[in-house]
T-cell receptor, first 112, second 117 residues
Framework: QQQVKQSPQSLIVQKGGISIINCAYE??????FPWYQQFPGKGPALLIA?????SEKKEGRFTISFNKSAKQFSLHIMDSQPGDSATYFC???????????FGSGTKLNVKP | GAVVSQHPSWVICKSGTSVKIECRSL??????MFWYRQFPKQSLMLMAT?????????EQGVEKDKFLINHASLTLSTLTVTSAHPEDSSFYIC?????????????FGPGTRLLVL
């Protein structure tokens, strides 16, 4: 059973547009929700993260929106750039010794 | 952020040989490290949790005798793929957290691409 469900699987956005990726979870014990960015042939890099006591966190062009009651969180990339083209993974941390559960990934393509 | 390194970055080996992959936390101590496997265009699959000074905890379906994990120190964990076969070809990624029981996140290494011929 997949602990974290991510959508869409792929996304095409024009340069300057807003990219939105959504994730949903079931386990209310999750206490930390990071987003990772991965380029081909590289390891995932932490992009931004949020805790369930906060509804929104913004860092530059990247914003996480968190809806605790709906058990959903999303990543918004404002003013999307071709350099943002990568695969994005959401994740949730369980209480079991920092074990992370990852979404299935979203491949973002920002067209110039 | 914290830096995690992996070595080698890629390896090609013959079927039946064993391959060792190292994961190091460069600027912090990690009592726990994690090993993932990633197939092309797929998500990360957690293979095992590596605990310093104790046995690794393997996820269901992962053969512990096939994938040997040793967490020798607070900055080094190794994954050995024993008697590798072509189906073991994959991208292996490790991660480590600065504070396993605290509020920190996981930092990933750059990955090791293994190709078994």
């Amino acid at each position: 059973q997949q602990q974290v469900k991510q959508s869409p699987q792929s996304l095409i956005v024009q340069k300057g547009g807003i990219s939105i990726i959504n994730c949903a979870y079931e386990n209310t014990a999750f206490d930390y929700f990071p987003w990772y960015q991965q380029f081909p042939g590289k390891g995932p890099a932490l992009l931004i993260a949020i805790r369930p006591d906060v509804s929104e966190k913004k860092e530059g062009r990247f914003t996480i929106s968190f809806n605790k009651s709906a058990k959903q969180f999303s990543l918004h990339i404002m003013d999307s750039q071709p350099g943002d083209s990568a695969t994005y993974f959401c994740a949730a941390r369980g209480s079991n010794f920092n074990k992370f559960y990852f979404g299935s990934g979203t491949k973002l393509n920002v067209k110039p | 952020g914290a830096v995690v390194s992996q070595h080698p970055s890629w390896v090609i080996c013959k079927s039946g040989t064993s391959v060792k992959i190292e994961c190091r936390s460069l600027d912090f101590q990690a009592t726990t490290m994690f090993w993932y496997r990633q197939f092309p265009k797929q998500s990360l699959m957690l293979m095992a949790t590596s605990n310093e000074g104790s046995k690794a905890t393997y996820e269901q379906g992962v053969e512990k005798d096939k994938f040997l994990i040793n967490h020798a120190s607070l900055t080094l964990s190794t994954l050995t793929v024993t008697s590798a076969h072509p189906e073991d070809s994959s991208f292996y990624i490790c991660s480590a957290g600065e504070n396993p029981r605290g509020l920190g996140t996981q930092y990933f290494g750059p990955g090791t691409r293994l190709l078994v011929l």
